[in-house]
């Protein structure tokens, strides 16, 4: 490795430490439903962002709740002795990336079959406190 990309790795290393990710894997959701879910919350202040996920009807604003909270446990889990609702923590960004689908047959008529593919997704989000 050259010694600028070292120096970048480096960087980029140090700057993860203050943050804190979490990710969900194999969420049996649209990408597209669980994108319109993540946009609600994305930039806002932790505790908006929970009351929206909470009161939201949508199917894919549990998990998503669900994974902030534990996004919120890691970053006071790294920051021991500090309380996340004193540090200001924001929703610093989140990625709704397609899973594998599962692919299944649906009747049609006439004897036919349609293929159906149900999608899932993986979700990935960072909190970071609002000064940086």
Known sequence: M???????????????????IARLRNVPTSPRRMRQVADNIRGLGVEKALSIL???????????????RSAIANWEAKHEGQRADEAGLIVRSVMVDEA????????????????????SNHVTLIVDTANN
Do not use: D
């Open 2 to 20: 050259g010694q600028r990309k070292k120096l970048s790795a480096e960087k980029r290393k140090e700057a993860m430490k203050e943050v804190a």
């Open 54 to 68: 909470q009161f939201s009807t949508r199917h894919a604003s549990k998990p998503m709740y669900k994974l902030l």
């Open 100 to 119: 594998r689908g599962l692919k299944r047959m649906l009747p049609a008529p006439q004897g036919r079959a349609y293929r159906m593919k149900k999608r």
